[in-house]
């Protein structure tokens, strides 16, 4: 107020409301506040508020000209004055509005970059103006551009966009979407996809933040996760991971001993997009009660002459582990003259009750000889 970029307005709530309803009826272009107060006094001013009369200050924005923005990724962004409102500062009841409070609160932070997304550009003048009206620097705009949903439309969690809690459960470690983010409207220098936040850090520049929306794609966030659970996290992390979300989001973990629950992770990663998959993927490997899916049933149906001859070559290995097994099924198959896919689906499907599981070698290792031999004997009935 002191230096003319503020005034008091003592204008009630119903005269405005009535001055609004008026102006509609015109149809006047500008519909803010008709700035009746703007030109009086600072005496007459101070004399009204002191005979106990309520008040709000407002902005005094400039009436003509423009006022430029200096935004660092889109240049000089020009807005006329004329279209700029007296923006309330502090109401009636001495509480600031938004526009004060953020920009004092940036102030005495020592704000330098003040880094939002592009909806905010609008107000950039009136910021602008409250800071100079303080006599204060102005801090480097940046606006970033919107972060799009699938459908073109802003990224929102009212729209029902997934939000961070949405993705611990989906089972999406939390280094995949910070890296994935990190790749919204930004690139690495050789344009690298895989990289962590000190990575990015050490590589940041907004010469290379594009202004065109990025479009959040869970499928490439699927895939980009995928490479950190089988490429960049340890297995041993891999499994305390998939551990903590069972507990968390799963039906917690199954009664075996860490030996047994890490093989089965390890044989899992590769087939692994989210923590959440491991779940509904290996029910098989907990219990004797899995479900055989359609395709299981047909390749069982198709091989119920082999299985009796499979058992009985199961049952001869001596020494039980992938690569014994693996040569078991194939003497069985050379002695049949058949090839190695007719003789492996049904033992997958009588083991697991599904074609979609890992190297059948691997498998039949970790769930072990008692296990296999049971599950095949009943396939054979």
Request: a negative charge; one cysteine or more.
């Amino acid at each position: 107020m002191d230096s003319g970029a503020a005034y008091r307005a003592f204008d009630t709530p119903e005269e405005l409301e009535e001055r609004r309803q008026a102006a509609e009826a015109r149809k006047d272009s500008y519909l803010g506040y008709d700035r009746r107060d703007r030109e009086l006094t600072r005496e007459e001013s101070d004399c009204r508020a002191a005979a106990g009369e309520e008040f709000v200050i407002r902005l005094k924005a400039p009436l003509d000209g423009q006022t430029v923005v200096k935004d660092r990724l889109r240049g000089d962004v020009v807005f006329d004055n004329a279209q700029l409102d007296d923006k309330v500062l502090l109401k009636r009841d001495g509480f600031p509005t938004y526009h004060l409070a953020a920009m004092v609160d940036d102030h005495l932070m020592g704000v330098t970059h003040v880094i939002r997304a592009e909806e905010w550009l609008t107000s950039t003048p009136i910021h602008q103006l409250i800071l100079s009206g303080l006599g204060w620097e102005q801090p480097e705009w940046i606006h970033t551009p919107w972060l799009l949903s699938a459908g073109g439309k802003k990224y929102s969690k009212r729209r029902g966009d997934p939000s961070v809690e949405d993705f611990r459960r989906m089972g999406i470690v939390p280094e995949a979407l910070l890296n994935y983010l990190g790749m919204m409207g930004w690139t690495m220098p050789n344009g690298e996809e895989v990289f962590s936040v000190d990575d990015m850090v050490r590589e940041f520049s907004w010469d290379r933040v594009s202004l065109g929306g990025s479009t959040f794609d869970q499928t490439k966030l699927k895939w980009l996760n995928g490479k950190y659970l089988r490429e960049v996290l340890s297995e041993a992390k891999v499994v305390e991971r998939v551990k903590t979300h069972l507990n968390e989001f799963g039906d917690g973990l199954p009664t075996h001993d860490d030996a047994y629950f890490a093989a089965v992770v390890r044989l899992m990663i590769p087939r692994l997009e989210t923590l959440g998959d491991f779940g509904p993927m290996t029910g098989y490997f907990w219990n004797e009660d899995y479900a055989v899916d359609d395709k299981a049933a047909k390749a069982l149906e198709q091989g119920a002459e082999l299985l009796p001859g499979l058992l009985t070559a199961l049952e001869r290995v001596q020494e039980w582990n992938a690569e014994s097994v693996k040569v078991a099924l194939h003497e069985y198959a050379e002695a049949q003259e058949l090839k190695l896919g007719k003789v492996m689906p049904p033992v997958r499907a009588a083991v697991a009750g599904t074609m979609q599981s890992p190297d059948l070698g691997e498998l039949l290792e970790v769930l072990g000889r008692e296990r296999v031999l049971a599950r095949v004997s009943q396939a054979v009935g």
